[in-house]
């Protein structure tokens, strides 16, 4: 363990260049295999908007990145943060501060947007893409990339997190987000095993649905402990899955990067409630 959190501790930039960009070619290449949905449409032109940004979100986390290590710095000399506070394993000193992480910048950050109008209305981005993929995980606008780095600035300073564990946990983050958003057909029981341990493939999907209450659950990112514990976690059969949000349903204007970039300074539009058979777990 002390040979992992030295690895993150000083983890070389073109190596979390290679995480993200490995892992979207990785899923990439899983998508053409075994794919979900095998419905036409231009993948690599669906990527581009998504790709654009990708590289906002590197943009904005790169601007801020000098308050990350300014804020691990400060919970770590004035031994702040939960756990700081008491004697535990070097092992179990990691997880807990990545479950805390995930918790509050990844499963609190996605809750607040979804409840909070003008941050639903920066979050319809990511919901908007028609064609859910491994290149949807990071189609985030970038004042939402700011929202949520601001989440895991509290989450670093409630969690007393080092820098070595931010790392791994954002390593794992763009894993799991590339992952769960992949689409790739895992064995069902396969797939509902991992569920209850991380946020597989279709757990995932189903909060990627076009209507409520389905858009309104799931909202975990590597940890899937946290739906389950708070009661928002929900199943829908992948064949009743329809990819989108009812009120943008123009899947061109949510392909344009220009309309996107203005998507979240349009009147607020109340979301629909509609129900889809649920096949339970």
């Known amino acids: 363990m ?3 959190i030295h690895y993150f501790e000083n ?5 979390r260049s290679l995480i ?12 053409g295999v075994v794919p979900l949905y095998r419905g036409a449409y231009a993948k690599w032109k669906h990527a581009i908007p998504n790709f654009f940004f990708t590289i906002t979100t590197i943009i904005v986390n790169f601007g801020l990145a000098f308050l990350l290590l300014s804020t691990a710095d400060w919970v770590q000399t004035n031994n702040f943060g939960i756990i700081n506070q008491f004697d ?5 000193y990691i997880l807990i501060g990545v479950l805390l992480l995930d918790l509050i910048g990844a499963y609190a ?3 607040v947007e979804h409840k909070v109008k003008p941050l639903w209305m920066v979050h319809l981005v990511h919901h908007s893409d ?3 993929d491994t290149t949807t995980a990071n189609r985030h606008h970038p004042l939402e990339s700011v929202v949520r780095f601001v989440f895991t600035l509290v989450g670093v300073v409630v969690a007393g997190a080092p820098i070595g564990v931010i790392m791994l946990y954002q390593s794992l983050s763009v894993i799991a987000s590339q992952l769960n958003h992949a689409n790739i057909r895992l064995p069902e029981k396969l797939d509902l095993c991992l569920s209850y341990i991380i946020v597989s493939p279709n757990m995932h999907k189903m909060h990627h649905h076009y209507v409520l209450p389905y858009t309104d659950a799931n909202y975990g990112n590597i940890f899937s402990l946290w739906d389950r514990l708070f009661g928002t976690y929900m199943y829908l059969n992948p064949a009743n899955i329809r990819y989108g949000v009812d009120v943008f349903p123009d899947e061109k204007e949510n392909a344009s990067i220009k309309s996107l970039l203005r998507q979240p300074f349009q009147p607020y539009r109340k979301p629909t409630t509609g129900r889809v058979d649920t096949v339970p777990e």
């Open 2 to 4: 002390e040979i992992i």
């Open 11 to 15: 983890i070389p930039s073109i190596h």
């Open 20 to 31: 993200l960009v490995g892992g979207i070619a990785f899923f990439w290449v899983l998508e």
């Open 88 to 92: 535990m394993p070097l092992w179990l």
């Open 109 to 111: 950050a996605h809750w």
């Open 130 to 132: 028609h064609h859910v």
